[in-house]
């Protein structure tokens, strides 16, 4: 299987994405803000994001869809929530659900074209080289989680990533220490002015 293209984005378009946000409208807006809102949640998929139940004590709990069928741990994920984008996540707050995503848009589907529509307005606007789309956020995670900068043990980059390139032994007697992700995350968020 040939290895999947490397689609992160540089830190420095994540925080022109932070510094903008507040001066975009509509579906830009939106784009930037579901994009963010990703990336601070250790690059969660926009179908978890979706269908994600509220949070507790900051926490949210939810089973990655994509590789539950394949992980022992059925892809189980607790992230927490951090202070610094804590505001830009309580924007979209569900009275359902963790997001209110699924009253806006009657599927994921829809959401993720309106998402993704948005990502490139924004890159239009700045006139950016290279074209992303929410996925990105994702790789970005990962890439800067391991860069030089913040050098997170590439275990603890896949645990963040709810893979299963690790041993399936590991799911079996390793107890996630999910304060390890939560300290990675964080690390990962200081590399930005989210002010």
Not at 67 to 79: G, I, L, P, Q, Y
Not at 148 to 170: C, F, G, L, N
Request: hydrophobic letters at 40%.
């Amino acid at each position: 299987a040939k290895p999947a293209e490397h689609r992160d984005i540089p830190a420095e378009w994540v925080q022109m994405m932070i510094d903008q946000r507040e001066g975009l409208t509509r579906t830009e807006r939106l784009g930037v803000d579901v994009f963010l809102i990703s990336f601070a949640l250790m690059g969660v998929n926009i179908v978890d994001l979706y269908h994600m139940k509220k949070p507790k004590d900051g926490v949210l709990h939810y089973f990655r869809q994509k590789t539950t069928d394949s992980k022992a741990d059925r892809a189980e994920m607790f992230v927490r929530i951090e202070d610094c984008v804590r505001p830009l996540c309580d924007a979209y707050k569900g009275k359902e659900l963790a997001f209110d995503f699924s009253t806006r848009y009657n599927d994921k589907d829809n959401f993720t074209i309106v998402v993704n529509r948005g990502i490139r307005l924004w890159i239009a606007r700045n006139r950016l080289d290279k074209d992303f789309t929410f996925y990105s956020a994702r790789h970005t995670w990962g890439t800067l989680a391991s860069s030089k900068s913040v050098q997170i043990d590439s275990r603890v980059v896949t645990d963040a990533m709810t893979h299963s390139s690790k041993s399936a032994m590991d799911d079996v007697y390793i107890r996630k220490d999910w304060e390890v992700l939560w300290d990675a995350n964080a690390k990962v968020l200081g590399l930005f002015r989210w002010e």
